[in-house]
C-alpha cells in the first residue's frame, strides 16, 4: 500500500528528529512491504524566512491532501520578537485548526527500561505510570478573543484572552477521552477549574451529563491546581486524564517529565477523519539544535501512532514500538536519558539503530 505523508520538519532540532521518524518508518515500509511517501513542507520559523509567513497556503493544502502529518517541531529565539500572529506558534496553532484537529491525544508511560530516570522517589514510581492525556486543542484560552490596548506600554495599558468553550466542543473531546478509556482501565478524572471559571462549570457539567451514555466508565473531576500536585504524589491513580486546551498543555509537560524526559513522549492530534498530525510533544530546543544529541525517541513514537491511528496498522505500529523497547533495552541511549553503562549515541545513531532493530530484530 501506499502512504501519504507530509512532513513539516520545522525548526530547531525538528529536522533532526524527523529524518531519525523517517529512516524509522522506511524500516518498516521495507520490512511490511507499504511505501510511505514523504512530502516535505514548510511551517513556523523557516517558512517565516522563506515566505514571511508562518503558515503558507501551499503547507495547508498539501497537508489536506495527504494521509497524516509528521512534524517536528517549530519555534526559536530568531522569531521571538515577532508579533503574536507572526511567530512561529501561530503556524502551529493555524494547521491544528485548518486540520480541524481537536482532540490532543498524549500519552506518558513509564517504560521499564528507563525506570531510573524517573525522577520520583522509588516508591512512588513503582506504583507505576500509564497515563494518557485527552487535552481540548483548537478552543479554550488558545483561540479566545486577545488584545493589548495601547500598543505604547504604559500602566494603563492592558491585555486580555478569553478562555470560551461551547457544549459542542466540550462534548466531541469527552467523547475522544470516552472512546479511549474504553479500551483501558475505564478511569476518566476531567480537570478543570470549576470553583473559579464559568466555562469550567461548563465542562464539568456537560462531561457528567455525557456519563450516562457511558454508565461503565468511572468519571471523578479534579481542579487543575490539585492535578499537577496529585501527578508527582500519587501518578498511578491517573489513567485518561480529560482537559482544556491550556491545562493539558501545562499537565502534560509535566505528565512526560515524571516518566524520565520530555524526550520520549510521542503526541497524535486527530479530528473527526482519519487524517492526523502526529508530532512529539518537546519542543524546538534551539540550545541543543544541530549537534545531533536530540533524542528522536518521541518523534518515532509519533510515526508509531501514526501507523496506528491514521493507516490503521496496529502490527507495524506494535513493530516499531518493540523496537525502541529493544534498543532502549540493551542500554543504549541519548544524553538526555543516559544511565551509567549507557552506549551514548547520537540523534542520527538512535534512529539507525532503531530501524536496524525494526529490520532485524
Ligand atoms: C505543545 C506546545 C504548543 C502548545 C506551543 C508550541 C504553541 O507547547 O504542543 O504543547 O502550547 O500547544
Ligand atoms: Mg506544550
Redesign the pocket.
Known amino acids: 500500500m501506499n502512504y501519504k505523508i507530509a512532513v513539516i520538519d520545522g525548526d530547531g532540532i525538528g529536522p533532526e528528529v524527523c529524518a531519525a521518524a523517517i529512516e524509522s518508518l522506511r524500516a518498516v515500509g521495507k520490512k511490511y512491504k507499504h511505501d510511505f511517501l514523504f512530502e516535505h513542507v514548510l511551517m513556523g520559523g523557516r517558512a517565516i524566512d522563506e515566505y514571511g509567513v508562518p503558515l503558507p497556503k501551499e503547507t495547508v493544502n498539501v497537508c489536506k491532501k495527504s494521509q497524516s502529518v509528521l512534524l517536528g517541531?517549530?519555534?526559536g529565539p530568531k522569531w521571538d520578537a515577532l508579533p503574536g500572529h507572526l511567530r512561529p506558534?501561530a503556524g502551529?496553532?493555524g494547521i491544528r485548526k485548518a486540520l480541524g484537529l481537536y482532540a490532543?491525544i498524549r500519552p506518558a508511560s513509564l517504560l521499564n527500561a528507563l525506570k531510573e530516570t524517573c525522577p520520583l522517589r522509588t516508591d512512588i514510581r513503582d506504583g507505576g505510570i500509564d497515563i494518557i492525556v485527552v487535552r481540548e486543542?483548537t478552543g479554550g484560552i488558545?483561540f479566545g478573543r486577545r488584545n493589548t490596548l495601547q500598543k505604547a506600554i504604559n500602566e494603563n495599558t492592558y491585555a486580555y484572552d478569553t478562555e470560551k468553550y461551547s457544549v459542542k466542543e466540550i462534548r466531541r473531546i469527552a467523547e475522544k477521552a470516552y472512546a479511549v478509556a474504553e479500551k483501558r482501565k475505564k478511569k476518566i478524572i476531567s480537570v478543570d477549574k470549576a470553583n473559579v471559571l464559568d466555562s469550567s462549570r461548563l465542562w464539568r457539567k456537560t462531561v457528567h451529563e455525557m456519563n450516562k451514555d457511558f454508565p461503565d466508565i468511572e468519571v471523578t473531576d479534579m481542579l487543575v491546581d490539585n492535578a499537577a500536585m496529585q501527578l508527582v504524589k500519587n501518578p498511578s491513580q491517573f489513567d485518561v486524564i480529560l482537559t482544556s486546551?491550556m491545562f493539558g498543555?501545562i499537565l502534560?509537560?509535566e505528565a512526560a517529565m515524571i516518566t524520565g524526559s520530555i524526550g520520549i513522549l510521542a503526541?497524535a492530534s486527530l479530528g473527526k477523519t482519519g487524517l492526523g498530525l502526529y508530532?512529539p510533544?518537546h519542543?524546538s530546543a534551539p540550545d541543543i539544535a544541530g549537534q545531533n544529541i536530540a533524542n528522536p525517541i518521541a518523534a518515532i513514537l509519533s510515526a508509531a501512532m501514526m501507523l496506528r491511528m491514521s493507516f490503521d496498522l496496529d502490527r507495524e505500529a506494535a513493530a516499531l514500538e518493540k523496537a525502541v523497547n529493544c534498543v532502549l533495552e540493551k542500554n543504549m541511549r541519548t544524553a538526555d536519558i543516559k544511565e551509567k553503562d549507557s552506549k551514548v549515541l547520537g540523534c542520527k545513531e538512535m534512529g539507525e539503530a532503531i530501524a536496524d532493530a525494526v529490520l532485524f530484530a
Open positions: 517541531a517549530v519555534g506558534e502551529l496553532l490532543n486543542l488558545y486546551n498543555d502534560s509537560d503526541s508530532e510533544i519542543g
